[in-house]
C-alpha cells in the first residue's frame, strides 16, 4: 500500500457485482494512511447502501466515518434518484471555496419526497433488521448446498449474494429452470448475483431454496 494515498473511494463489497467482501484490517490500515495524509475517504454505497447488506451502509461493517457517501437505487425503490451525503467539517472546507454545481433535476421535490417515503417505510417495518435476519438464514441454506461439484462457493452480507458455480453450462441451467418457476437472479457466467427484496419473507427464502435444491439434484441425476 503506497504511504502517499490522500483519497480513498471505497465500495464495500459489490465488486463490480461478483460480492467480495475486502477484510476489515485492510480498510482501516488505508483509511488511517490516507487520515494520516489529511485526505478524504468517499464511500459508494449506490449498491450496498439502504439496507443490502444488513445495515444502513456498507461501510458501517468497517467502523469507519467517510467524508462522502454516494447513495442511489435502493433510496428510491425503482424511482431514479441519487444522494450525494457530506459531513459537516468537508461542508464547511467547501464554504470557504464554493462552486456552482447544477444539473436538470437537481433538489427535485418529487424526488425527495420519494426518498422520505422510502426512508419511513423502512423504519416503520424494520426493514434493516430484517434484511440482517434474514439474510443470516438465507446465507445458512446457500451455504448448505456448496458441494464442490455444483456449487463451489457462497460469499454474502445481508440480502447481497454471490453463488460461484463449477461453470457456465450448469449455470445456465440453473437459472433457466429457475426463470420457469419464477425466480430471477443475476447471471454472471459462472456464478449467480442474488439480491432479494428487503421485504423476503422466511415462507419465500425456504421456497427459493427448495427450488434451487430440486434444480441442483436434477443435474446431477443427468450427469
Known sequence: MPKDVSEFIFEPGSSSGFVRFPPKSLINNIVKIVRDNGGKIVANEVTTGIGRTGKWFGYQHYEINPDFIAVGKGIGNGYPVSIALINEPTTKQLE???FHYSQSHQND???ASIVHGVIQCIKENNLISNAESNGLLLHKHLESLVD???IIEVRGRGLMFAVDIIN???TNSIFNDLIGKGYIVGNRGSSFRIDP???I???EIEGFIRELT???S???SNT
Open 218 to 220: 436434477h443435474i446431477k
Open 148 to 150: 464442490n461439484e455444483i
Open 109 to 111: 421535490p418529487l424526488g
Open 201 to 203: 419473507t422466511k415462507t
Open 197 to 199: 427484496p428487503l421485504t
Open 168 to 170: 457456465e453450462i450448469i
Open 96 to 98: 470557504l471555496n464554493p
Open 214 to 216: 430440486e434444480s441442483i
